[in-house]
């Protein structure tokens, strides 16, 4: 009989994150696939990797050990070194679990490289995350993988013309469970919302080199009625309508969506990652209906019927107006919930399906 491939999945976070390659695991898991879920190492000389343990129904974690990242900054063979010391505990693991033939599924990242580059010498079939613009680098590992899985639909249509077939199209997903009805800004307001005024709107991740600053500084000046949430441990700019949150769990997003105006992506255009990015927090501002302002994203073009658009501070104010002006019962809230639920991570389930057939890799053949 047949069954779906297993998977090993790399990433260069940890499963609370919730990224693309956590949302990557899920999907695989629920295709059939029993999935080996690495964590981003930890120095031995600071603590002790997650041992191996079940967190998903098919999906196993464990935390992985090495002398340091610093040291994968030395190019006298410490990053080979660290690689096989990962390596041999990689497949200790597929070992415990008992993995047949697994694919091998890796975003961007340095140290993946001489780490890819062990796991090819064993002969796994290695499948590249490509989850944004290429950066320095990015293109040794779209020529080392034997498949790149691309999000942006313009960095798709870019590097197709030069690579081929070895290039695949997927979707961005949401991190919210198809389960979660969308209240919008309905929903009673917790103590940490209540004492933030209305209108609100809100970035729900930390502002680091993604946002543009200057712009949402000289808006948010002249506009001091309107209030600014982002997560992070301090304020992104010393303004009284600044407001920082904690960061919360996938499963929690929407206690946050439910209590703001208008979902937030001042994007800096002017860097090309953010410019053909496609960012994971547009589909839960859909999931939960709530009227979304961008810069104009190359990615999100496709949406600039239910997206107020805007350049720069003027352009983004008057798009902010232009959402909290968006009727109640606008028609607008239910497309985007309708868009967010086509971005379900069963969704991305049946794409990787169809990648992985194209292929004749989503299979392997077990004894009856």
Request: hydrophobic fraction near 40%; proline fraction near 8%.
């Amino acid at each position: 009989m047949d069954s779906m491939r297993d998977a090993i999945v790399v990433s260069g976070w940890n499963w609370e994150t919730f990224n693309v390659p956590e949302r990557v695991a899920l999907a695989l898991a629920s295709l059939g696939s029993r999935v080996l879920y690495c964590e981003n190492p930890v120095s031995r000389l600071r603590g002790r990797g997650r041992p191996l343990e079940e967190i998903e129904s098919r999906v196993y974690r464990f935390g992985p050990e090495f002398f340091g990242h610093r040291l994968n900054m030395i190019p006298l063979g410490f990053p080979q070194l660290q690689a096989r010391i990962v390596a041999d505990q990689v497949i200790q693991n597929v070992s415990k679990l008992n993995l047949k033939d697994p694919l091998f599924i890796y975003p961007h990242g340095e140290f993946f490289v001489p780490l890819c580059r062990e796991f090819k010498r064993k002969g796994f079939f290695l499948i590249h995350v490509c989850m944004d613009y290429p950066e320095p680098g990015q293109e040794k590992h779209i020529q080392l993988s034997d498949l790149t899985i691309v999000i942006p639909k313009s960095v798709f249509h870019q590097l197709r013309p030069k690579y081929g077939d070895k290039i695949a199209l997927i979707p961005q997903v949401t991190a919210m469970l198809s389960s979660d009805c969308p209240v919008g800004g309905n929903a009673r307001a917790s103590d940490e919302f209540s004492a933030i005024p209305r209108p609100r709107f809100g970035y729900i991740g930390p502002v680091t080199d993604r946002l543009n600053v200057k712009a949402l500084g000289k808006m948010l000046r002249a506009r001091p009625d309107w209030q600014f949430i982002h997560f992070g441990a301090a304020k992104c700019l010393p303004l009284p309508n600044v407001h920082v949150i904690a960061w919360r769990a996938p499963g929690k997003l929407k206690d946050v969506t439910a209590n703001l105006d208008v979902g937030f992506m001042p994007y800096d255009c002017y860097s090309n990652k953010n410019f053909h990015c496609m960012p994971l927090k547009v589909f839960d501002y859909f999931h939960a209906g709530l009227p979304v302002v961008s810069t104009p994203i190359v990615n999100l073009w496709e949406y600039s019927d239910i997206i107020y658009f805007g350049d720069d501070a003027e352009e983004l104010s008057r798009a902010v107006q232009s959402a909290l002006d968006e009727p109640a019962d606008s028609p607008k809230k239910s497309a985007r919930i309708a868009i967010a639920r086509e971005h379900s991570i069963e969704g991305l389930a049946e794409c990787l399906h169809r990648v992985l057939s194209s292929r004749g890799l989503h299979v392997r053949q077990t004894e009856c």
